[in-house]
């Protein structure tokens, strides 16, 4: 029901940051908790935060907390994700997604679309 492409990836040096954006379109933005996941190559996908469709509720992996920030921007349809402090075990393709049931969910199944993904390389 909603389209999303991220964007703002690149190789960075440990202790550096980056901003991911995901931008959606289609289905009303608003009414959906969105996701970020990432994937690094030999792992499965894993949650890494969320937040409610009204941005009043963020969830983070214990292995981000305090280095990693959510938000969100309902009129301008888009989601971000502030990565500070970044860990070359940081590195992955980083996948946003969209929950129609809005609770900031970790679980995947919950999640109704996915973007692409981006690339975040972090070197040490």
């Known amino acids: 029901q909603v389209q999303l492409v991220e964007s703002g990836g690149g190789l960075v040096q440990a202790g550096g940051s980056l901003r991911l954006s995901c931008a959606a379109s289609?289905?009303?933005?608003?009414?959906?908790?969105m996701g970020w996941f990432r994937q690094a190559p030999g792992k499965d996908r894993e949650f890494v935060s969320a937040?409610?469709?009204?941005?009043?509720?963020?969830k983070y992996a214990d292995s981000v907390k305090g280095r990693f920030t959510i938000s969100r921007d309902n009129a301008k349809k888009t989601v971000f994700l502030q990565m500070n402090s970044l860990k070359p075990e940081d590195t992955a393709v980083y996948y946003c997604?969209?929950?129609?049931?809005?609770?900031?969910?970790?679980?995947?199944?919950?999640?109704?679309?996915w973007g692409q993904g981006t690339q975040v390389t972090v070197s040490s």
């Open positions: 289609g289905r009303t933005f608003s009414n959906y908790a």
């Open positions: 937040i409610s469709w009204g941005g009043s509720s963020t």
């Open positions: 997604a969209a929950d129609l049931a809005g609770g900031a969910s970790r679980t995947m199944s919950d999640y109704e679309s």
